[in-house]
């Protein structure tokens, strides 16, 4: 398997221009040809750029559009995903336009991390890809950094410790003043916005064939969206315990294990691939790309957009 260093001297061993550009792109179009699926990369510099503009947004819909058109929709989905996640909103927006497109033949593939609302997208798919090395996390919301079920919990605990000792009313309302008044409210909205929404997606994809879809999805929403199961939202959950939630989840050590253009499996494939956006982002200005297996894709850097259209042979 090319690891880190043989991605590296392959990029610096391509002598024509954008060899970061080429050499992505070759892997996704092998990873094509193993598949026969389409594949499109979300991926994020939060770990080589944490301060870009790195999280989900809006504008994702647009370089997904972008990532999308062309595509022969009848052979479904492959989503590589790494990101630290961001907008509920956004999340929710871009999930029902890719199942309009796709309906529910998406996998996602996590060669390393998908956290928070890159959570909630993998758990929209039909099943979650992951190796030995692979994490998603919590999908408890979040509000300016601070969980909504943690803000919850912590009012809660005052309410009960001002009932047995009304002494200390004084303390915890010096706490509790710094929320303003409808926070509690917005944050509760937030939680039950989020358990609905995934437990939905789950019902109708990934669970849809268990006698009860609906009582098992709540069980998952229940652990992954729980401040108390989970202790903080950063918490890195492998492929082995999400299986014993019920998340359905495919070894990537198990996949095809042919060897096609030098590599040796699927998950050669996958892994080289990752490496390779991981060069990308430290090499560049980019900080997040969308980009499809056919070589078109929109990528954000710390300065002006750069997007770039249309198919490229590997």
């Known amino acids: 398997m090319p690891n880190w260093g043989q991605v590296l001297n392959e990029i610096q061993g ?3 221009d954008n060899p970061l550009d080429i050499v992505r792109r070759k892997y996704l179009a092998i990873m094509h ?7 499109i ?22 370089a997904l559009m972008q990532a999308v058109c062309g595509l022969d929709k009848s052979l479904g989905l492959d989503l590589i995903l790494h990101t630290p996640g961001g907008d509920t909103a956004a999340t929710e927006s871009i999930v029902n336009y890719l199942r309009s497109i796709f309906g529910n033949d998406i996998r996602a593939f996590i060669p390393q991390i998908a956290m928070s609302a890159g959570t909630m997208i993998a758990l929209s798919c039909k099943e979650i890809v992951m190796g030995k090395q ?17 803000v919850i919990e912590e ?37 039950d916005w989020s358990d609905k929404m995934v437990s939905e997606w789950l019902c109708t994809n990934m669970l849809s064939d268990h006698a009860n879809p609906m009582g ?3 069980k998952i929403v229940e652990i992954l969206g729980s401040h108390k199961a989970t202790f903080t ?17 495919v070894p990537l050590e198990s996949l095809d294990p042919r060897q096609i253009d030098g590599c040796k499996d699927l998950q050669d494939c996958v892994l080289t691939i990752h490496h390779t956006y991981m060069h990308t982002f430290s090499s560049s200005n980019a900080v997040k790309i969308v980009e499809n297996h056919l070589g078109s894709a929109m990528i954000m850097n710390n300065m002006p957009m750069n997007i770039t259209a249309g198919p490229m042979k590997a």
């Not at 040809?33 to 594949?39: A, D, L, S």
């Not at 770990?47 to 819909?61: E, S």
């Not at 919590?138 to 950094?145: A, E, H, K, L, N």
């Open 14 to 16: 391509t002598s024509i």
């Open 33 to 39: 040809k193993y598949t026969n699926r389409n594949v």
């Open 41 to 62: 990369a979300y991926y994020s510099g939060f770990l080589q750029k944490p301060n870009g503009d790195i999280a989900i947004d809006d504008n994702d819909k647009n």
């Open 134 to 150: 692979s994490n998603i996390g919590p999908v408890d919301p979040q509000f300016g950094g601070m969980s909504c079920a943690g």
């Open 155 to 191: 009012f809660n605990s005052a309410i009960n410790w001002i009932k047995t000792e009304p002494a200390s009313a004084p303390l915890w309302q010096v706490i509790i003043s710094k929320y303003h008044p409808t926070f509690l409210g917005d944050c509760q909205k937030a939680i």
């Open 216 to 218: 098992d999805a709540i």
């Open 233 to 249: 939202h950063a918490k890195h959950i492998h492929a082995d315990e999400c299986r014993k939630l019920g998340i359905k989840v």
